[in-house]
């Protein structure tokens, strides 16, 4: 379905996923930046066990359960994303994760009806870099945010 064809409640909808996805895109920002504070102190500390570490953010976006493919027994995943913040914060510019830049494709593309709006990364990635269109993410009924931290030790067996 193209975007010309949504109805303006179904323009709202997908307005309010990316709403969602923002704010989402804030918080873990938030967290992510507490505990990089505090898990870089640990590294740096050479009594601590904590050799290295990850962090590792998944979002699911999951079916309506009105949606005629809803199964009540299943886990109803329409995407799923998976990001490594800890590679992300060293990169040498923002890019991705809650970095403010507009990451919609249709901004420069006079009379596109989503010409200006702002689309957060996880938004654009939907739309940008999965098998789901528009009219398939009028289907979301909800996200699954998952931040995992991996902890990594490492000792010397010999020597």
């Known amino acids: 379905m193209e975007i010309n064809a949504l109805s303006p409640d179904q323009r709202q909808y997908l307005q309010r996923l990316n709403d969602r996805l923002t704010v989402i895109e804030r918080q873990v920002t938030q967290n992510a ?74 901004q420069g593309m006079d009379g596109h009806p989503m010409q200006g709006e702002f689309h957060c990364w996880l938004y654009h990635h939907l739309y940008g870099h999965t098998d789901l269109w528009f009219n398939d993410m009028l289907r979301i009924g909800h996200i699954w945010v998952a931040l995992q931290v991996l902890y990594q030790h490492r000792c010397e067996v010999a020597g």
């Open 33 to 106: 930046r507490t505990l990089f504070a505090q898990l870089d102190a640990r590294v740096q500390d050479p009594q601590d066990w904590l050799y290295d570490y990850e962090i590792e953010l998944e979002v699911q976006c999951w079916l309506r359960e009105d949606d005629p493919a809803y199964q009540e027994d299943d886990d109803n995943i329409l995407a799923t994303r998976r990001e490594d913040l800890k590679l992300q914060r060293s990169l040498p510019e923002p890019f991705g994760i809650d970095d403010g830049i507009n990451h919609n494709i249709f």
